[in-house]
């Protein structure tokens, strides 16, 4: 780490709280911790965060509420905790402004890869690079970032796994230019962090198999001569 | 009588009140009829034939009194009434036409009805003269006192027996064809209300915070929205505090288990932290399941269009790229209707099952018809034998402890999630024998939603057939 970030561990349980807190701190990062929403405020006043760890039941205000009203006042990144580990909460949370989402019980391990992950994010975001966007679309399709479904042009959901959704959102992002598998690879594994990474070929051919017309000759994702690939439709975010 | 009544009563209200309706007109009107011919008699032929003669009568005495134009006036103005009248001198008559002809009961009743019939009147056969009369009629002859008679038929076609039977058929077939209309009409407008009910306890069926029905229409009716809403009010506060329940439950147990976990991290590695994590991933796992079985019976449904065909190949994917062999056979684009997080799930856990028994899953996508799918997770283990197939289906029945399953597993609801997944789709879930050996999971599901809540199909413009074809 070349430079120390400061998280912000929102979270009533004091032994969590204080585990991960050792953690975080043994991987270089410079903690601050919070009991509920007041200290939160108070932590936040005093210090520059980078990120904050919240967990979703609280005492006092709640996670969800806590989350909307931080994303209508700052760009922290957030990582949500929660012990609940539902689906519908998960979504609610990312769409609320949540930048990632983590099952408790969860692997300190995982935790760091999740932090380090959405701190690229940001760094990312604060390069311009990243599309700000909360539909993206191609040909037709429609790609939701926050709900990561994507949506075929009559409607129809198509459910890709993870690595596939995080490349094919790569290729929107840089649509129109060529893309080696090396800076693809660079690119989606900051955010994915999952131990079954297949290759870039064989996600390329997942996601052809998934929305090309003919798969066998592809329109949207061309092979480049001289190893890479080209997102070839215009993109449009809205 | 309950069991010859039961047939009617299972007939649709409007049905019902339309038939006690008629039965009770037409058990009045043959009350009335009944009384009308005990208190007065039947009135035979003779009644009418009375009536008619006294009314001839008093048209002959008043022509008797007159003549000339007079007398003329009289007759054509009774000739509106009775068309056949006609004035013939008594020397005619008197010429072999004088018998008598009718019966003793005519005249016993023409003396009857009409005391005021002239001395001087007599019955008359028909004569061929006179201008048609119909064959069969009786005619009587009044006399005018100046020599001449008042001749006229007595039994007029009017009163034949058919024609009788016809007005009184045509009578009572109005009155129930009015009553059918009038009660349909009537009926279907009383029953309107409750046909709203019927339609709002469709909806709460599916989405339980749908607004309350307004309680409107008769006594009864508002009495049963009212009920209808405080037991709509009361699962609703059940299914809350049952999920307040759930993620409470959730969270207190997930909370000493993420102490644990994060504590288990100081541990130096070894077979004791080895086996602590693994107990901790297990206990999560039935927490998980137990949860979701529970929270599945009754969460909302997002139902979505999902191209079933890669919503299975990804699950497949996702399996094999964990190093959990998953293969996926069938068509590339299956449109359906459902859930498609439940239905991953559901997937999800069938898949698992046939990786953990039998090394593999083999997964195939077919269409058996336009309105049907059917996903098969073929495996090649030890299979089920009959007498626990049942069991494996059942939450919490540790059916799965005869396919060797360790308590390590969690509480083995794989499959009855599955199942209750699979039927809150409308669909179904069968185990079946694989030869020479395996287990072969069919679930069949409807391509629209099918969860007996509306017939009508969702918005699609034109009728989909499975919407399958293979776009390469």
């Known amino acids: ?238 | 009588m309950t069991r010859l009544l039961r047939p009617i009563s299972q007939l649709s209200i409007v049905a019902q009140l339309g038939l006690v309706l008629v039965v009770a007109q037409v058990l009045a009107h043959a009350i009335t009829v009944i009384v009308m011919l005990w208190r007065f008699g039947e009135p035979g032929p003779e009644t009418f034939v009375a009536l008619n003669v006294a009314k001839m009568a008093t048209v002959a005495e008043l022509a008797s009194t007159t003549s000339g134009p007079e007398r003329a006036a009289i007759l054509e103005a009774a000739r509106r009434v009775q068309p056949a009248i006609w004035i013939i001198g008594d020397q005619q008559l008197r010429a072999g036409h004088g018998a008598f002809l009718v019966s003793t009961a005519v005249i016993t009743s023409v003396s009857r009805f009409a005391p005021s019939i002239p001395a001087g009147a007599r019955f008359v056969e028909v004569s061929p003269d006179l201008a048609n009369p119909k064959p069969g009629d009786d005619l009587l002859a009044l006399s005018l006192g100046d020599g001449t008679s008042m001749v006229f038929p007595i039994n007029q076609a009017m009163f034949d027996v058919p024609f009788k039977v016809a007005v009184i058929g045509l009578s009572i077939a109005m009155l129930i064809v009015s009553i059918l209309a009038i009660a349909l009409w009537a009926v279907g407008t009383l029953t309107a209300p409750l046909r709203r009910v019927v339609a709002v306890a469709d909806r709460f069926a599916v989405d339980l915070d749908a607004t309350p029905m307004k309680a409107q229409g008769s006594a009864e009716i508002r009495t049963l929205v009212h009920a209808f809403n405080a037991m709509r009010d009361r699962i609703r506060d059940l299914i809350d505090s049952r999920s307040r329940m759930l993620a409470a439950v959730s969270h207190d147990l997930r909370t000493p288990l993420t102490r644990i976990r994060l504590r288990v991290e100081t541990m130096t590695d070894g077979e004791d932290r080895t086996r602590i994590l693994r107990d901790l991933k297990s206990m999560d796992v039935m927490i998980g399941q137990a949860l979701s079985y529970l929270r599945d019976q009754t969460s909302a449904m997002a139902r979505d269009r999902v191209n079933l065909a890669i919503l299975i190949e990804t699950i497949c994917t996702d399996f094999s790229d964990a190093d959990q062999p998953a293969s996926f056979t069938g068509p590339r684009n299956v449109v359906i209707t459902c859930e498609p997080d439940l239905l991953t799930r559901a997937l999800s856990n069938l898949i698992e099952n046939a990786v953990k028994f039998g090394g593999s899953a083999q997964v195939s996508l077919e269409t058996r018809s336009p309105a049907e799918v059917a996903i098969l997770v073929d495996d090649e283990g030890p299979g089920i034998v009959d007498a626990e197939k049942l069991l494996a289906l059942e939450p919490f029945s540790r059916g799965d402890k005869a396919r060797g399953e360790s308590p390590s597993s969690g509480f083995g609801l794989g499959l009855a999630i599955a199942r209750q997944i699979v039927e809150r789709h409308g669909g179904s879930l069968t185990l079946i024998d694989r030869a020479p050996k395996g287990l072969r999971v069919q679930v069949l599901l409807p391509v629209e939603r099918l969860d007996g809540q509306s017939p009508k199909a969702p918005t699609l413009a034109p009728p989909r057939t499975a919407a399958i074809d293979n776009f390469a």
């Open chain 1, 1 to 238: 780490m070349k430079n120390q970030n400061t998280i912000l561990i929102v979270e009533d349980d004091a032994e969590i709280a204080r585990s991960t807190a050792r953690f975080l701190t043994d991987a270089g990062h410079r903690v601050i911790q919070a009991g509920d929403a007041r200290a939160m405020d108070r932590a936040l006043r005093d210090a520059k965060v980078d990120m904050i760890l919240l967990d979703l039941m609280l005492p006092g205000e709640d996670g969800l509420s806590i989350c909307r009203r931080l994303r209508s006042s700052h760009a922290i990144p957030i990582i949500m905790l929660t012990a609940l580990g539902e689906e519908m909460d998960r979504v609610v949370g990312l769409e609320l402004g949540a930048d990632d989402y983590l099952a408790k019980p969860f692997s300190p391990r995982e935790l760091l890869a999740r932090i380090r992950a959405v701190l690229r994010r940001g760094a990312d975001r604060q390069e311009g690079q990243v599309i700000e966007a909360k539909q993206i679309s191609f040909a037709g399709w429609q790609l939701d970032p926050v709900t990561r479904q994507l949506r075929s042009p009559d409607g129809v959901r198509v459910v890709l796994t993870g690595a596939e959704f995080d490349l094919l959102a790569v290729f929107c992002e840089r649509s129109r230019r060529v893309l080696t598998r090396d800076q693809l690879l660079d690119f989606t594994q900051g955010r994915n962090a999952g131990p079954f990474d297949r290759s870039i070929d064989t996600l390329v051919s997942r996601i052809r198999h998934k929305i090309e017309r003919d798969p066998r000759d592809p329109e949207f994702i061309v092979t480049v001569r001289l190893g890479g690939y080209m997102f070839t439709p215009e993109v449009t975010s809205s």
